[in-house]
């Protein structure tokens, strides 16, 4: 299968074969120039989208209004769009009209320099018609032209500025900066689903701790999740948080996850103390900061935050499951094997433990949880650490019991038992079962 950029190369080839002009356009071309491989290739050409049509088998009209088309070749998709000028945004988002033109007024309608260059796919020759080699040697993030105008067409750049300069490394230009601040409040017209993947492409990146410092100090992050803003200045009992307030804990937490934490993962650190600030309280016989049911309220607001922000039901779960159980790290030591292994069981527990770890990484730097979990892992690795039923309810029938809460109570505390060793049997557990039933029946009702 030949590669994803000599597809492209294709692509363009046939388009300049036939009298127009193509060129790699925005990211791609940013990308090759820091040395990354990029992931996708656009095409910018002088062809209207009918001629584009007309020139490739397999097509689809995506955005034909806007001059868009995609084709599909080798496997790949390619968008192909034609030059434009955009007419007046008014609904923050897409503009009322577009007029084909030319690349160099096709550059001064893009979002930041460094995303305006074109490439000649044939000879490799960069056109920069904004400044953006500039701005990439200096490591500059900078609106084209007029920055407010740039927010103000499309808010969304506003966070794709912060995820830009995330993904750079760059430093945002002060014109640029100023009038991200300036129109922070833009962003309430843009539609949740647009925020969610912009907010997750950030909290995803390996600098996801100074992505997070940039939405907070641009005024960014109070437009979609004001319930991080009391993080700050937090403060939390110094001899378990030596590192300052929940908002610095929670950044240096971010920071010590993997470069390729998953999402789940990435948010449960962000929102695992998010409840402390209203569970705050001032304990006068111990003389110290507490945050009782901490998690508990947390899991709920997160649950809140990721609903409003429309993240998938599986994410939502896996993140409030994250955040609700993450203080009961501390007492893992102390659980009975069969509690231990249901908890060590969870489908999130590589997540949660993954989140302990950082945890307490970024605060008292305990690791004996940790380590002993760790253990456990290897210790139960070479078999299912919630092994197949020795009986199951069909067993319970036979003997007579109907279904109901009995069943699970006397399931229960057969899974105990063979969980803990004091079952190894299926013989074992039937000739249990007489006794486990007549201690149920004679329980008081």
């Known amino acids: 299968m030949p ?3 000599k597809t492209a190369t294709t692509v363009a080839s046939r388009l300049i074969e036939s009298g127009y002009e193509a060129l790699f356009a925005g990211g791609c071309v940013r990308d090759q120039l820091l040395g990354i491989e990029p992931k996708d290739y656009d095409i910018a050409t002088s062809a209207t989208p009918e001629e584009v049509e007309a020139l490739f088998s ?4 995506v955005g034909a209004h806007f001059g868009v088309i995609l084709v599909k070749k080798k496997g790949y998709h390619f968008e192909v769009a034609t030059f434009r000028h955009d007419g007046s945004y008014h609904d923050g988002r897409r503009p009322e009209s577009v007029t084909f033109t030319n690349a160099k007024e096709d550059a001064q309608r893009r979002d930041f320099t460094i995303n305006g260059l074109f490439q000649n796919p044939l000879t490799g020759e960069i056109l920069d018609y904004v400044g953006g080699q500039e701005d990439l040697s200096n490591g500059v993030l900078r609106a084209i032209g007029n920055p407010a105008q740039r927010f103000q067409e499309d808010a969304l750049r506003l966070l794709r500025a912060v995820r830009f300069a995330v993904k750079t490394g760059f430093t945002v230009e002060p014109a ?3 009038a991200m601040k300036d129109h922070a409040a833009l962003l309430d017209q843009i539609s949740p689903e647009r925020i969610r993947d912009e907010f997750s492409r950030i909290i995803t990146d390996p600098r996801r701790a100074e992505g997070l410092q940039l939405l907070l100090d641009s005024g960014l992050l109070e437009r979609f999740l004001p319930e991080a803003l009391p993080l700050v200045g937090c403060e939390q009992p110094p001899q378990w948080h030596p590192e300052g307030d929940v908002y610095t804990h929670t950044k240096i937490a971010l920071d010590l996850l993997p470069d390729d934490a998953p999402l789940e993962l990435c948010l449960g650190v962000l929102l695992h103390d998010i409840g402390k600030p209203p569970t705050y309280t001032w304990d006068e016989v111990d003389q110290r900061i507490r945050f009782s049911g901490h998690d508990a309220v947390g899991a709920e607001m997160a649950e809140e935050i990721l609903r409003r922000l429309r993240y998938s039901n599986d994410t939502i779960a896996d993140v409030r499951e994250l955040v609700a159980r993450h203080m009961q790290f501390m007492h893992v030591q102390d659980m009975r094997a069969a509690k231990l292994k249901r908890f060590m069981a969870r489908p999130t527990f590589p997540l949660e433990l993954q989140l ?5 990484e970024s605060s008292n730097g305990f690791t004996d ?10 210790e139960f690795a070479n078999e299912p650490i919630i092994p197949k039923p020795l009986v199951t309810g069909k067993d319970l029938i036979e003997l007579g ?3 109901g809460p009995q069943f699970r109570e006397i399931l229960e505390e057969i899974q105990t038992r063979q969980l803990e060793g004091a079952l190894t049997t299926r013989e074992e557990a039937l000739e249990l079962l007489p006794s486990l039933r ?4 004679e329980e008081p009702a």
Do not use: E
Request: net charge positive; aromatic share 10%.
């Open 401 to 403: 019991l109907q279904p």
């Open 369 to 378: 949880n940790f380590d002993f979990l760790t253990a456990k892992v290897v």
């Open 3 to 5: 590669s994803l950029k």
């Open 176 to 178: 640029t900066w100023q």
């Open 438 to 441: 007549a201690s149920q029946d």
């Open 356 to 360: 302990h770890k950082v945890d307490c």
């Open 58 to 61: 397999k097509t689809n009209a």
